[in-house]
C-alpha cells in the first residue's frame, strides 16, 4: 500500500502562484507513475499533470504552459507548482499514485484515467 498526503492549498488572487507537495510513504520502493487531479463542486474529476518515476511528465491542455510537476525520488516527495492561477483552477487537488507508466492525460476526457491511490486532498481557490 502507499500513502499519499498533500500540503500546500490556499488562497490566491488570479493571476497568482501557488505551490502543492506530496509526501509519499509505505511501500516507496516501486516505480510510480505520481500525478495530480482536480475536482470542483458540481464538476468531474480532471487530471491535471503526470510524471514518471525518471522524470518524463504530461500535462493536461488546461494548464499547460503555466503548471510544472516534478518529483524528488530520494524524498519520496512530489510537486505541484502553478502560475498564471485562473479562478477555474480552483478545487481540491488530489495527489495520485499508480503502477506503471503515466497514461498521456490529454489523451482522456474527464474524469480521466483510474489511479489506484489517492491522497486525501487540499484545497486551493483562486479569486477574481
Known amino acids: 500500500q502507499l500513502q499519499l498526503a498533500e500540503s500546500g492549498g490556499g488562497s490566491v488572487q488570479a493571476g497568482g502562484s501557488l505551490s502543492l507537495s506530496c509526501v509519499a510513504s509505505?511501500?516507496?520502493?516501486?516505480?510510480?507513475?505520481m500525478g495530480w487531479y482536480r475536482q470542483a463542486p458540481g464538476k468531474e474529476r480532471e487530471g491535471v499533470a503526470a510524471?514518471?518515476?525518471?522524470?518524463?511528465?504530461n500535462y493536461a491542455d488546461s494548464v499547460k504552459g503555466r503548471f510544472i510537476i516534478s518529483r524528488d525520488n530520494a524524498k519520496n516527495t512530489l510537486y505541484l507548482q502553478m502560475g498564471s492561477l485562473k479562478p477555474e483552477d480552483s478545487a481540491t487537488y488530489y495527489c495520485?499514485?499508480?503502477?506503471?507508466?503515466?497514461?498521456?492525460?490529454?489523451?482522456?476526457?474527464?474524469?480521466?484515467?483510474?489511479?489506484?491511490?489517492r491522497g486525501q486532498g487540499t484545497q486551493v481557490t483562486v479569486s477574481s
Open positions: 509505505g511501500r516507496t520502493g516501486s516505480s510510480y507513475c
Open positions: 495520485v499514485a499508480r503502477h506503471g507508466w503515466c497514461p498521456v492525460l490529454s489523451d482522456y476526457d474527464p474524469p480521466g484515467p483510474d489511479f489506484a491511490y
Open positions: 510524471i514518471d518515476y525518471d522524470g518524463a511528465a
